[in-house]
């Protein structure tokens, strides 16, 4: 099987989980035997383009004449089964679905994030969830607001580029929803059911979990919509100590908030912005894992490296938080009954589960607000050794590369049957 994975890859200054897990699946699926061609663009390679190039960029989420010309090459030479997209901005453009299918050749795409409809791709503004683009033939709120990359021309032309291409997401063969929250999100847009797969990503088997360590891992970059400023106020409810210790990793505007708790308290521990190596230190001297969110995060891979690690997770109940702790549906973890688990999550003691605290599979979701969230803490510490097993049990079964990858696989295979693209 020949695939070709397009993605505009994101500026290396600004680290992406996106960049990674494309990494990640080419190198999965070379594994598995498949011939991958890269279709690769990287918005590093701006500052270097040449004047005639750079004064092509307006139009490049349009468009982009030069990638369609570059791909319809590669398309011919090589006659894959499958395209696989995931970011197409700005040096690829949607346009790709239009040349794909011109060469007789079916499209995959990962949805990451709400780009179909909102010119941030966050659904997030100005501190609090924002979708009033939704439903609206042209994004108006996002030229207002300069929702992209703080400008009004640039929020306009993405916003006229969202216009432009809706016929073109909605012919996309394939979408790959990264949860249910994202399938949900496709439904609204108007993909039916049968064009919609659910396939998570994955990240590397760090092999047998250590020992539960002790405290709070927070890891993630350092902005508003993350929620560290949510968390800090939540962690500021306890006395010093009460709860071990919370350590933040990543970096971002908020940076100043994480070195003041940490000045302030000896209980927050702020470690920077880590490597491969560092974060899987990090996860194994933690008992929990927080993901703070205050959007409709789509994927946060921490929680999938948590639960690899046998961590479980509190996280707030937004985006795909609750799918991935497996508290989208009513569940009791394995090995357990009821009343073993109620015990187990309150600390034991047969303690009832606290009001407005969600029990997934692995791990608690709450509602973003601060009070939710410090209310749940504790019960977290106290639950965590519970649901060790059952967090890993859910990186298999679920998230492992192997499982992932299969999936995939799987995917291509349907598309690289379908009669119309022989």
Not at 145 to 168: E, N, P, W
Not at 208 to 215: C, E, K, T, V, Y
Not at 376 to 404: C, I, M
Request: charged share 20%; with cysteine.
């Amino acid at each position: 099987m020949r695939i070709v994975v397009a993605h505009n890859r994101y500026r290396e200054a600004q680290p992406s989980g996106e960049n990674t897990i494309v990494d990640s699946e080419i190198a999965q699926l070379t594994a598995a035997g498949v011939e991958v061609l890269p279709f690769i663009r990287s918005s590093d390679e701006i500052p270097s383009m040449s004047k005639s190039a750079k004064a092509l960029l307006p139009i490049s989420p349009i468009w982009a004449p030069r990638a369609q010309h570059d791909l319809s090459r590669l398309l011919t030479e090589h006659r894959p089964d499958v395209l696989h997209l995931h970011n197409p901005y700005p040096l690829i453009s949607p346009w790709v679905v239009r040349t794909a299918h011109r060469h007789g050749v079916p499209v995959v795409q990962t949805v990451h994030n709400y780009r179909q409809v909102c010119s941030s791709g966050i659904y997030f503004r100005d501190g609090v969830i924002c979708q009033d683009c939704k439903g609206r033939a042209l994004g108006v709120p996002a030229i207002k607001h300069r929702c992209y990359r703080d400008s009004a021309v640039q929020s306009a032309l993405m916003a006229t580029t969202l216009a432009v291409h809706r016929g073109t997401w909605r012919s996309v063969d394939r979408y790959i929803a990264l949860t249910s929250a994202i399938a949900d999100h496709l439904r609204d847009y108007g993909i039916p059911d049968e064009r919609i797969v659910v396939k998570p990503n994955s990240v590397p088997d760090p092999g047998r979990p250590a020992p539960l360590g002790d405290g709070f891992l927070y890891m993630a970059r350092l902005s508003p919509e993350k929620g560290v400023d949510l968390l800090l106020d939540a962690w500021r409810r306890h006395p010093v100590g009460a709860l071990g210790t919370l350590r933040v990793a990543g970096d971002g505007e908020l940076r100043h908030l994480v070195e003041a708790a940490a000045a302030e308290r000896p209980d927050v521990l702020y470690l920077g912005q880590l490597d491969r190596a560092g974060v899987q230190a990090a996860v194994e001297a933690s008992a929990v894992v927080i993901a703070a969110a205050m959007w409709h995060d789509v994927l946060p891979t921490v929680i999938i490296e948590a639960l690899a690690s046998g961590r479980p997770v509190l996280g707030t109940a937004l985006g795909g938080i609750p799918y991935l702790v497996g508290a989208d549906a009513p569940h009791e973890p394995a090995g357990t009954g009821p009343a073993e688990n109620a015990s187990a999550v309150a600390g034991g003691g047969g303690s009832p589960m606290p009001a407005g605290i969600g029990l997934g599979e692995a791990g608690w979701v709450v509602a973003p607000e601060p009070a939710a969230l410090a209310a749940a803490l504790p019960v977290a510490r106290a639950g965590a050794s519970g649901l060790t097993v059952a967090a890993r049990a859910r990186y298999e079964r679920t998230f492992h590369p192997d499982v992932v990858t299969k999936q995939l696989i799987d995917i291509y295979a349907g598309l690289a049957r379908t009669p119309n693209h022989v």
